[in-house]
């Protein structure tokens, strides 16, 4: 009885370079939308300048924090990195402002 064979499905559209590709369009309101929804912190968002993500400065009552919305085109390794690092940056130095 012959081997049966597996061939690799190869996605037909190309990868999408977060260098070329427009950041995300997120209205100011709808960051705050998107902060009080997800992690219960309601403030004043402010947009801040980015090469390829759309982020916000949120001013809540407690205290300043970032949003940060990715990139479509950013590999998920790529996002998870910089996650982990401010998170680490927070615990290691908690004297280090950080947006974690």
């Known amino acids: 009885m012959a081997a049966a064979s597996a061939q690799a499905v190869i996605s037909e559209s190309p990868q999408l370079d977060p260098l070329v590709e427009p950041p995300p369009s997120v209205a100011t309101e709808e960051a705050e ?3 009080a929804r997800v992690f219960g912190i309601e403030g004043t968002a ?8 759309a982020n916000f400065r949120l ?3 407690d205290a ?3 949003l940060k919305v990715y990139n479509a085109a950013e590999p998920d390794a790529v996002a998870d990195m910089q996650t982990r ?3 680490h940056a ?3 130095d908690p004297s280090c402002r950080s947006p974690a």
């Open 85 to 87: 690092a401010m998170l």
């Open 59 to 61: 001013e809540a009552a």
């Open 64 to 66: 300043a924090h970032v």
């Open 90 to 92: 927070a615990v290691t």
């Open 33 to 35: 939308e998107i902060a």
């Open 46 to 53: 402010t947009p801040l300048e980015s090469e390829r993500d």
